[in-house]
């Protein structure tokens, strides 16, 4: 009864929301932290192989092989005056008297700043390339003071973000701001009556075509404390700047000229049950090109995330057309927000300056692609963390992957396109259940890394020796990243070169494609029989472990009985009992997923007549032996 319940629960959707392979990569290179250290920001130079991760009172800098990693600290202790005034703060949390390092960005090619709550009073410095801290003449740290450019505490949400050279900072303090906060050029900040109460999640550079028009986004929540029961107590907003805004000329002269905010919303406009709360935002940009999709982690009130997508694109059509809320004049014939150069004639006047200081919110709510959020994605897995990749497939098509970190620190990797959302794989790198802090994905070296409060690791997105022996095993996959290589016979990593010929490898992304592995010789020693021979009255089970969580398994005998099993996530059982007395044959353990077969197990069972020695004995040691097999 319970094989036929899988059964059908199989048939409908729930096993595809489930991951179809689990892993653990007990060899990916891996570093602990100690208790305490609570690593809160990581920052990580494309096409090289290491991380930054801001610890407490110093950086690490990572420096990772395929094998290991090796580790340089930068000591960074909280200064002394400041360590004083904060232990002696009537109601200080001791434990947050320390240098918390919240933001590492790279400024220029040989600068990289290093911002720290530093007991309250934040100050940042400034790393070269050998990993030594910048000093002046006298052989003393430079540092400059960082109340706008870090938080000062390390439960205090933030994002930051460097764009040529300049920092941006979104601060969630008892004033909420969005401020160009370090570089060479104007530093500005949000006007405080445009932002309430906020929680920053992250920023992203926007780049397009024409440079001057490079927008700079933030993702955050309002949060209303004193919502009556029919408000709702958190918003999700994106705030969006011009990179070339330099503050107004008449009004608005030390604030940004550009700014507008809107609103975020992951479901559909007439469903309430919404999931309110951004947890996590990815900008997956394409290039120069301008557009590109935003990931977003949402969760609703009862803790359950969910992902929505939304064309860039569209959200800057909303931002270039929508009406602004609470604002019924004329529009000007340069519309509020637009970017352009301090010094051209068409820079904002300052009537256009007055509208923006007012009404800076679009009035059009922006809601995710179709209207909802990806629906295989709603499963148990409370994520936390997303990035997106680009993948070329064999055929030279583009694909999104998207890498979903979840609270108990897995990784979903997630094949996400049109009409299908399917879960490839969910892994496990950690050796402690922690929520996934941080994800950075390097598309030029092939790596993500990923953090918790405790580790963190490096992996490769081509990892196709986890689909290896055979053409199916390797194309059921569903993995653009790999193909099953005629030439060389196994499961490997598809060029990512554009100009790659690619045409020797075999793929089948969706699931309507043919038998791609057709005519292709497998070779695969066939599994070996396992010879059992039993007292009649003892008790035995034969396990069948699982590979693909996708796939049925059934239990059959001598090629013709079929046999019910206990599922227990690891395995298809048979358990020999009431409804499937005991008997002797040959039991095959077969999964059968898209029409491909493959025989998990057998297992050559013998009933002895004689009755040998004592029952119990003899219960142990077939235990034993078949949990060895
Ligand atoms: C780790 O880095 C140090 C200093 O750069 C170097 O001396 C050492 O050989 C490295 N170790 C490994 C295993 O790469
Ligand atoms: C890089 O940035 C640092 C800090 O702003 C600055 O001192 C340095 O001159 C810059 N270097 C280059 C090459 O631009
Ligand atoms: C989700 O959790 C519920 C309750 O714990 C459980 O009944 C259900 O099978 C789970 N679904 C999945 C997809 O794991
Ligand atoms: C692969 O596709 C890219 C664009 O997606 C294109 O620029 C490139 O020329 C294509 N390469 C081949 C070998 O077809
Ligand atoms: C593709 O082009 C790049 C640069 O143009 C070159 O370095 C690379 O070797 C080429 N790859 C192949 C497989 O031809």
Avoid at 61 to 68: D, G, I, K, P, S
Avoid at 490 to 504: L, P
Wanted: with cysteine; hydrophobic share 35%; charged share 20%.
């Amino acid at each position: 009864m319970r094989a036929l319940g899988f059964l059908l629960l199989s048939l409908g959707c729930w096993a595809q929301k489930i991951p179809r392979l689990r892993f653990t990569l007990p060899d990916s290179p891996a570093l602990s932290f100690e208790d305490g250290e609570k690593p809160a920001a990581i920052s990580h130079d494309p096409g090289s192989e290491q991380l930054y991760v801001g610890g407490r009172g110093a950086v690490h800098v990572l420096t990772f092989t395929e094998a290991e990693v090796n580790q340089t600290r930068v000591v960074l202790p909280a200064e002394e005056k400041a360590l004083k005034d904060c232990k002696s703060q009537p109601g200080a949390q001791q434990a947050e008297c320390e240098n918390f390092i919240r933001v590492i960005q790279r400024l220029n090619s040989s600068s990289i700043i290093v911002c720290g709550t530093n007991a309250g009073s934040p100050r940042c410095w400034f790393l070269t390339n050998d990993m030594k801290l910048q000093q002046n003449k006298l052989g003393q740290l430079i540092s400059i003071n960082g109340e706008n450019l870090s938080p000062a505490w390390p439960s205090q949400p933030a994002a930051t973000i460097a764009v040529e050279g300049n920092l941006y900072s979104a601060l969630s303090q008892q004033k909420s701001t969005i401020q160009r906060s370090y570089g060479p050029k104007k530093l500005l900040r949000t006007e405080d009556k445009w932002l309430a109460n906020t929680e920053f999640i992250s920023a992203a550079l926007l780049p397009q075509k024409e440079k001057t028009l490079d927008e700079i986004f933030f993702f955050y929540n309002e949060v209303n404390k004193m919502a009556g029961l029919d408000e709702e107590p958190v918003k999700a907003q994106i705030g969006r700047v011009c990179k070339v805004d330099e503050g107004g000329k008449t009004l608005l002269v030390d604030s940004w000229s550009t700014f507008l905010k809107a609103r975020l919303v992951c479901g559909h406009p007439a469903d309430p049950q919404r999931f309110h709360r951004l947890r996590d935002a990815f900008v997956l940009s394409e290039g120069q090109q301008g557009g590109g999709m935003l990931y977003g982690i949402f969760s609703s009130a009862w803790g359950t995330t969910a992902i929505c997508t939304y064309s860039m694109d569209r959200v800057n059509q909303i931002f270039r057309t929508s009406k602004l809320k609470g604002y019924s004049s004329v529009m000007p014939a340069h519309r509020p927000g637009t970017c352009v150069p301090y010094s051209s004639p068409n820079a904002p006047s300052k009537a256009t300056l007055s509208i923006i200081k007012e009404y800076p919110e679009i009035e059009q709510v922006i809601y995710p692609e179709g209207q909802r959020p990806l629906y295989m994605l709603q499963t148990n897995d409370t994520y936390t963390q997303v990035v997106a990749d680009r993948v070329l497939d064999a055929s030279n098509a583009s694909h999104t992957v998207l890498y979903l970190g979840t609270d108990k620190g897995k990784i979903h990797k997630v094949l996400q396109g049109e009409g299908q959302t399917v879960i490839i794989a969910e892994m496990s790198p950690f050796r402690r259940e922690a929520p996934i802090s941080g994800l950075i994905l390097d598309a030029s070296t092939g790596y993500l890394y990923a953090s918790t409060e405790f580790e963190v690791t490096r992996l490769p997105l081509a990892d196709c020796g986890q689909y290896r022996e055979t053409c199916w095993k390797c194309v059921l996959a569903r993995d653009p990243y790999c193909g099953w290589d005629l030439e060389n016979k196994r499961c490997s990593a598809v060029f990512q070169e554009a100009n790659a010929t690619t045409s020797s490898f075999l793929q089948s992304l969706h699931p309507e494609a043919g038998d791609v592995c057709e005519g292709v010789a497998d070779q695969v020693a066939q599994e070996a029989l396992k010879k059992v021979s039993v007292d009649p009255t003892s008790y035995i089970y034969l396990p069948c472990p699982l590979r693909s969580h996708h796939a049925i398994y059934t239990w059959v005998k001598d090629g013709a009985k079929q046999y019910p099993c206990d599922m227990d996530g690891h395995s298809c059982t048979l358990r020999f009992g009431e409804n499937a007395p005991m008997d002797q044959g040959v039991f095959k353990c077969t999964a059968t997923e898209e029409g491909y077969k493959e025989e998990i197990t057998v297992y050559k069972l013998t009933l002895n007549s004689a009755t040998v020695p004592q029952l119990p004995l003899m219960m142990l040691f077939l235990t034993i032996a078949i949990l060895l097999c």
